[in-house]
């Protein structure tokens, strides 16, 4: 049953044939060769289970040959006259170490040095100048190549000195490991690793839940292997459960919401609105949809809207991928305008150099000119390219429905005569349903028909959940502008306790019915995978990189030109290939040392790019952003698969729109014009 997606429900009489194959294999009523025949063995299907497999078991064993790390801070104070020193024996050629300084305005010194011959001189290998920060404390991961350079055997001893100029003394945290030689090639091991993500879900070899639970594995495996086995306690905190809370409580919300008929009432009096226009009706939405952006994020703005889209494709017999796809760009393009509207935003205006001198006004001012010009450049490419596909199919619904069958009857094909009753049945429900689409083959219903049919179904449950749902969305807004000491994950949690008790629902498995729990597992080891990517050094390289491009170019114009046309797009595509959170976390930090460190390009000037670069290359690929990810499951969760290809050949030229847009603004207001340099 390897690959198999088994659902079991009242309405699926295949979990009967599931429990027989079962049962028939566990009293031994089945032959292996009934089960597996040469045709099975060579399979595309067969193979492609039994390469994972054995690239599951050798991550396996990779991850657990290494005892798990403990890793102990060293808590000390340095100073001028009191450095710390550390002697070890060399037996490998990198050294890790990570340093953590408290606040202060001194710089930092990591010195390596090393001994070819006991009792001679020290010698100097390489060192690192940290400067630390007077606002907030400062983390430095560097690898240092201790190889002897100079001469033909190795070093026998070394030595750690971490040291300051300061006379007053400087609390620091440090720790530091000799790692292996193979360490050094860790940036193409965790490329590999990410590209082998984008491969299985690229090419549908799995679902992407699955793929990026063992992607993540295989991430997990390599870290061990090149700096340290993290502990379980560890890896788990490495999950964003802000988010994941924020989901889970928004998803039940929604989904008892839905019982009352408001999304069908709301997609017809949407229909009716926009006089029978599907592109007008696809434009309103959008635009709401960007502008709630702005102000609650785009992750729950999406929760919110993805189920009444899907109710009106459903009602008004329209494909919904191009409505909900649409409205998902908007969404990434609307919540760049605000600092509380994409997460992004959030940490960039949160680094505490950056909140002295940019404020919530102030950034809204500079980046939404550069927002509406995007949207409008989106609006009229997508115009171009998907207006004429928007029509109304008679039985869309009934239609998706017997493709759906039909897909599963040729996978039960393909596995030989066994299923041979399953098939029949699917057969005769298939044709039940064809009957059933020829019988209400009438038309398009109209406006005044689909508002008889589609009418509130439980006033009072629709009252009280209104009651809930604003009182959520106040509390968010109130989380954003004035700090409420609340996270939203316990906002969403607690309304959604609260939204269960007034419903007066008592089954739990009804309750959980309402939870996408593949969505919330993907995003789960996605933030595994890259927290991996981050700890083998992927991100930083990006951010060195780039650095060392822009301090080469002379000062002047050219520097901010180029400054700010490489942040834009590398952050764009980056972020679109990257989750663009743990990127932006990795930028903040060198737009600051840009800014400060002498090269004559504002701060300001830096924060717009970032911001844009990051919020509108979510846009690019279906993990670019949060709400990409929670559109396209919700949607599955109705019967509608969005692959990544489909997501990809939207987004990837909106976002390549929109990233150009952002470019000649940022360059002719904020470079030629030099709007408001700080």
């Known amino acids: ?63 657990t040959a290494v005892n798990e790390s403990h890793e102990e801070l060293h808590l000390v104070a340095i100073s001028k006259d009191a450095p710390l020193v550390h002697n070890f024996s060399v037996t490998s050629n990198l050294l890790e ?12 010194t990591i010195a390596i040095s090393g001994k070819q011959h006991i009792g001679s001189n020290w010698t100097h290998i390489d060192s690192l100048d940290i400067d630390l920060d007077i606002t907030a404390e400062v983390y430095t991961h560097h690898i240092f190549n201790i190889r002897n350079q100079n001469f033909t055997n190795s070093w026998v001893e070394g030595r750690i000195v971490v040291e300051t100029e300061s006379i007053e003394p400087i609390g620091i945290s440090f720790d530091w490991q000799l790692l292996m030689d193979l360490a050094q090639y860790e940036l193409i091991f965790a490329s590999v690793t990410l590209i ?7 090419f549908e070899v799995m679902h992407r839940t699955v793929a990026a639970l063992i992607s993540s594995f295989v991430g997990l495996g390599l870290l061990s292997q090149l700096h340290a086995r993290p502990s379980f306690e560890e890896v788990v905190s ?31 009096k949407a229909y009716k609105i926009s006089k029978g226009n599907l592109w007008r009706l696809t434009i309103i939405l959008c635009i ?39 409205e998902v760009m908007f969404s990434n393009i609307g919540g760049t305008a605000t600092i509380i509207g994409d997460p992004p935003n959030i940490i960039i205006a949160n680094h505490p150099k950056i909140r002295t001198e940019i404020g919530f006004a102030e950034f809204t001012l500079h980046i939404l000119p550069g927002v509406l010009m995007a949207s409008v450049a989106v609006y009229f490419y997508l ?63 109209s406006i005044e028909e689909l508002e008889q049919k589609y009418t509130i179904k439980d006033w009072k449950l629709l009252i009280n959940s209104c009651v809930v749902l604003f009182l959520v969305i106040i509390l968010f807004f109130m989380h954003s502008l004035v700090g409420l000491e609340l996270s939203l994950s316990w906002i969403a949690i607690i309304g959604a306790m609260i939204h269960i008790i007034v419903s007066g629902i008592t089954d739990v498995d009804e309750i959980l019915e309402k939870v996408e729990f593949g969505t919330l597992m993907f995003f789960a080891a996605l933030f595994i995978l890259m927290r991996t990517l981050e700890e083998m050094g992927l991100i930083d390289a990006i951010g060195e990189q780039l650095t060392s491009l822009i301090a080469s170019i002379p000062e002047g114009k050219n520097r901010i030109i180029v400054a700010v046309t490489v942040i ?89 729109v929109s990233v150009t847009c952002a470019t000649i603004y940022m360059l002719i207001f904020h470079v030629l014009i030099e709007w408001d340099w700080h």
């Open 288 to 326: 709401f949809t960007a502008v709630i952006s702005a102000f609650l994020d785009n992750v729950t703005t999406i929760l919110l809207f993805t189920p009444v889209t899907i109710k009106l494709c459903t009602v008004l017999d329209i494909p919904p991928e191009i409505i909900l796809l649409s």
């Open 1 to 63: 049953f390897i690959g198999t997606q088994m659902s079991i429900s009242l309405d699926s009489p295949s979990s009967d044939s599931y429990l027989d194959e079962a049962t028939n294999l566990l009293t031994g009523n089945s032959t292996w060769k009934q089960i597996f025949s040469w045709r099975d063995l060579l399979s595309f299907h067969f193979i492609k289970t039994l390469i994972i497999i054995a690239v599951t078991i050798f991550a396996a064993v990779v991850f």
């Open 568 to 656: 834009l797009w590398v952050s764009a595509i980056a972020s679109a290939f990257i989750d663009n959170i743990p990127y932006t976390a990795t930028m903040v930090p060198v737009i600051v040392k840009l800014a400060n460190g002498g090269l004559g390009i504002p701060m300001s000037v830096l924060v717009w790019t970032l911001s844009f670069g990051t919020c509108f290359g979510g846009n690019g690929t279906l993990i670019g952003a949060s709400a990409n990810v929670v559109a396209v499951g919700l949607a599955e969760g109705q019967g509608f698969k969005i692959s990544f290809n489909r997501f990809f050949k939207m987004g990837f030229p909106v976002m390549i």
């Open 196 to 202: 082998g993500l984008y491969i299985l879900i690229i």
């Open 383 to 445: 115009s171009y390219m998907y207006k004429d596909q928007l029509v109304r199919e008679p039985n869309v619904a009934l239609r998706h429905e017997i493709e759906t069958w039909r897909s599963e009857r040729q996978k039960l094909l393909k596995n030989g005569n066994e299923n041979e009753p399953l098939v029949g049945y699917l057969d005769t429900k298939i044709e039940l349903l064809e009957q059933k689409m020829i019988n209400e083959e009438q038309g398009l219903k």
């Open 238 to 268: 490495w999950i964003d459960y802000e988010t994941i809370g924020l989901l889970f409580g928004m998803m039940i919300m929604v989904g008892i919401f839905s019982h009352t008929g408001f999304f069908e009432w709301s997609a017809v």
């Open 97 to 108: 170490a990570k340093l953590t300084g408290q606040k202060s305005d001194q710089r930092v």
